[in-house]
């Protein structure tokens, strides 16, 4: 690959990105979230969503010729297979059928010569034999026969490289955290199994948050940070620790950024405690977590995606099943039931803008009014001595006046519909929901995902303020490390479902590296 | 894309997003009814006394689709269930001896208790199936009035005004309300041009009876507990993070729509002057629905507005065709145009990209 | 190991719920209902002959996902009016159900390519679009049948014209044809008449099915059926897959429509259509089918046990409450009864699957706190 640039409507994501990779060698190409590690595979594969952002710059070679992937199917075709972090299988279809699938072998019969080849039977022999023969290069035992729904997590995905291997034309193979729902032994004999692919001349890029697991197997090291190859170094002459500088390093500018903290008393009053806590969110499990937050203060969770730290508010605040105790101000919440902690004065601004934090196809003054209006009465006329509760549409005009000027919320009206805001807005407005109920408590989860720097600054000093105008504790949940260190007072690292370590914002950034590959799972 | 873009900048363009094509379309057939009713020789005012009184019957079950709506249930085929209620309110009132205007407040009274065991009961079902909901409904609906068919000729009815007529036993298919509580409310108030020589009769106790559950209504969205009803349809996951509870805002709603189902059989049976019993009720919730879908409510969207809107434009269609049609073409089509009408805009909310919310 | 079997053994009943219900109902009731042997099997064997047809035409698009196809009452009206022309055309026997046929295959694809179109467009509510097509169409049908017919289109022969010169009479008459294939090779065993005929060309739909499933058109239907998204991201055509499966749905009913009535003898020409769908679906649901599965062996079970309940419903329905309507009720009761059972036990075990989660994870801390 050479020169690799993309952009996302003028966020420059990959900047000159070049590497090569030699037939039958292993790549380990590791990055923190947001690095450009998926996007740059998602180029490589083809994806359509490149497509439809305004293509790339530069050039991808293979074996020396120039290559235009305007598909996947494209770049299946061209020997490049790729299996993703997702599964991609059909659950009631046995292995066999999944490896083969829409790759079926037929035969040609009497009605398929008249109506064409969809009528063509299967020929189920040959189907066997070949998903045998993918199975036995991949190297790892599984059942053919068995039904993907029935199986464990590992085999299911066994089964998508075995796919990927049963292409005759497969030069290259990408595996996307294959091992990140594996277990040791499992992992093990995956990692196996790519040592066997490499020596049939495949070529192999493996990424992963399991550093140990490239140096076992890989030829070379790629490492990504901020959209640019900081290192490309042969595997045999690094180390742990170096990949984790590497990954995670700043330049002096940035780093002296983080200051101004303040020097807040250590001694000061535990408001929240966790324990024990478990959320079962899809794609972020929280295991055990533990944690204090003391009154006052901002607190920053931060961790890589996918290890559980965004249902830690998603758990607490009862939009996903969870248990555990939490504790806030001296009494024990409830979980699983979002308007008992709404009523102890806890607001929650979720990740998930469009899903959770917005009514869409209502108006700002009721996206912002809403939810003061339901648990604190607020907004309301009483008529009839409180028999009726009327709604306050003067009062619900003023408070959202007042918060489309505090937060600069760019809209025509405050009649505007939700969804007709840029994305910077709409988290603006879903700020603004949380203020109008003036909580004790706020948790903001990745509040900055997908919004210009602009709006992101705004964001980030309006929580600030927020927090220390009105001494409202906060706790913020991020992906972004570096964010987190601007904002928070000490941030938490969450690493496979549990806290691995807390740390002040002025800690090194190798400090938090380590923490957020601790426990990875 | 681009086409659709600069479909959106033409004028028409603008109107047809604003209003639906569909809906533009029947208004305008309804206009062109309107225009050649007195060509083709029928007299206007008589067309528009039966498009009012038609109006005055219908109006309150078409309303009975909106809470329902609001709340994310889809369309309620599941009228019939309110509708049931409303009949049973209706007989039995009738068979503890009431007459005339009574015998209607009675009838709302008794059917009440259904309508709220019936609502919940299927509520309750509903919140089991959330997603599934018109589907399951249609078929409640079939269940239930079938279900009732058995209940007609068990239940010991004795009035010999409404049991059949030579074995005394069970109800009649069909039977008057003379005597009983029909016209209660469109003869109240009601106002005659006959005697100056125009055919135009108002139905105004129906309408104000209409305008006032109309006004609750609105009332009720402007409340509290009507916004929360808005928000769990518009996006329920939201209205779970601001603490609602969404399954009981969602059976209130339906709790609601099968008590305006029940006054608006009653309702209807008041205008019309008979009952219909037995199979009947499966033939009431078509045509509410295509009226609130006519009149620009959406699978999760609807207003009182729609209401007033839809049933007049679908009723005005389903009176007007017959004899405006029939004296152009001397063929009677209107049947087959009320069913292509009716079940083209149903199928036509189906099939559009719902935003936002699933 | 134990509590695995209880679970199970809890399973079946739920899987064979309706099924079991059925077996009861009819134990009750043929005694009742003072039926011989011969005359419950004669009339049993015969509508087997008649609706096996149309019922298994609801196979395939249950393969596909699209669920219990409530539009295949659009191919019912196709078969209809291929059978009205081909009764104008004075076309007995045998022949005219051929030819009956190959008329309603072009009216029945064309239906279908139109009902599948839109159900792409409304995926996930694939069976409220189909029921309300049905109606949709009926409307169309009774443009076509009961104006163009004699107006636009000709039609020859008074017999089937209303008097009035254009539209067609309330019953088309078929005597002509009636039970021409039930009577060729029917073999007479102990009073009960066989239709053989009938038989073979079912057993040569369920052929068909069978051998259909492997192909890879079939093998693509399941894998649609199944997950559109990974389907599609496979390379698989969905949208046009999922079309296919509904016109190869529509145009067997049309068939299963023309060996029903040519049985009957003759068909009410509005109405005849109008509850073949229920009917059919309700049979397949009572054989133990659901919206997601659904075997030959379903269609079998579910037309014997749905059919004797339906001839015995009746005269059980005298014998315990002396009206004969009750039980006429009871019937239709019984039908949406099962198809409501089956359409709420479908959703409620696709929103139960989720619930799991949380309890390995609480245990899993458990288990790992002990451990630490």
Known sequence: MRSIKKDFFGNQVLTDINFTLGEGEVLGLCGENGAGKSTLMKILFGMDVIRETGGYEGDIFINGEKAVFNTPFDALKAGIGMVHQEFSLIPGFTATENILLNREPQRRNVVSQIFGDRLNTLDYKEMDRRSAEAIKKMGVEIDAKMVISSMPVGHKQFTEIARELSKDQLKLLILDEPTAVLTEKEAEALLESIRGMSAQGISVIFITHRLHEILAVCDKVVVMRDGHVVRDVPAKETSVDDITRWMVGRDVQSGSAVPEAKAEPSDAKTIMSIKNLWVDMPGETVRNVSLDVREGEILGIGGLAGQGKLGIPNGIMGLYEAGGTVVFDGQEISLNNPRKCLDSSLAFVSEDRRGVGLLLDETLEWNIAFPAMQIQDKFLKKLFGGAIKWRDEKGIHAVTQKYIDALQIRCTSSKQKAKELSGGNQQKVCLAKAFALEPKFLFVSEPTRGIDVGAKSLVLEALKKFNRESGVTVVMISSELEELRQTCDRIAIVSGGQVSGILPAAASSEEFGTLMISQVV | ?358 | MKMKKNFNGFDFLQNNLVPLMFIIICAICIPLSGFSTSYLLNEVVTRMGRNIFLILSLLIPIMAGMGLNFGMTLGAMAGQVALIFVTDWQIWGIPGVVLAMILSVPLSALLGLMCGKLMNMAKGREMILGYMMNYFVTGLYQLLVLYFMGSIIPIKHASIRLPRGFGIRTTVNLTNMRQCLDNEFAILYKGVKIPVLNFIIIALLCLFIVWFRRTKLGQDMRAVGQDMEVAQAAGINVDRTRIISIIISTVFAGFGQIIYLQNIGNFPTYTAHSQIGMFCIAALLVGGASVERASIGNVFLGVILFHTMFIVAPRAGVAITGDAMIGEYFRVFVSYGVITLALIMYEIKKRRARSHGGELLARAQREGGVQS
Request: net charge positive; proline share 4%.
């Open chain 2, 1 to 358: 894309m681009s086409k659709s873009e600069q479909l959106r900048q033409t004028r028409f363009g603008q109107l047809v997003d604003a209003f639906g094509l569909p809906r533009l379309i029947i208004t305008g057939f309804l206009i062109f009814l309107f225009i050649m009713a007195p060509i083709t020789g029928s007299d206007l005012p008589t067309q528009i006394t039966n498009v009012i009184n038609r109006f005055s019957w219908n109006a309150v079950l078409v309303l009975a689709m909106v809470p329902m709506i609001h709340s994310g249930c889809g369309l309620n085929f599941g009228v019939p269930l309110g509708v049931l209620a409303g009949l049973l309110g209706g007989t039995l009132a009738i068979e503890m001896g009431f007459t005339g205007p009574m015998s209607f407040v009675m009838a709302i009274v008794v059917s009440t208790p259904f309508a709220i065991l019936f609502g919940g009961g299927y509520g309750a079902l509903l919140n089991k199936i959330k997603g599934g909901e018109m589907m399951v409904a249609t078929y409640v609906g079939f269940s239930s009035v079938s279900f009732m068919c058995i209940m007609w000729l068990l239940i010991p009815y004795k009035n010999p005004s409404i049991v059949m007529a030579y074995t005394g036993v069970g109800l009649r298919n069909m039977f008057a309300l003379d005597s009983f509580y029909a016209g209660v409310l469109s003869k109240f108030l009601e106002i005659d041009l006959n005697p100056l020589g125009i055919n135009l009769v108002i139905p105004v106790g129906s309408l104000l009876f209409f305008a006032l559950l109309a006004f609750l209504m609105w009332a009720f969205l402007h409340t509290k507990t009507g916004t929360a009803m808005t928000a769990v349809g518009s996006n329920p996951t939201f209205a779970k993070a601001s603490g609602i509870n969404v399954d009981k805002i969602r059976l209130l709603s339906v709790v609601l729509s099968t008590w305006l189902g029940a006054v608006g059989i009653l309702v209807y049976q008041q205008g019309f002057g008979f009952v219909q019993l037995y199979t009947a009720p499966l033939n009431m919730a078509m045509p509410a629905v295509a009226a609130i879908l006519i009149g620009g409510a959406s699978v999760n969207k609807a207003s009182v507005a729609n209401v007033i809107i839809g049933t007049f434009l679908f009723q005005g269609l389903v009176t007007m065709t017959p004899t405006v049609i029939t004296a152009l073409i001397h063929t009677d089509v209107s049947e087959v145009i009320r069913i292509i009408v009716s079940n083209g805009m149903v199928i036509y909310a189906l099939t559009r990209k719902t935003e936002g919310a699933k």
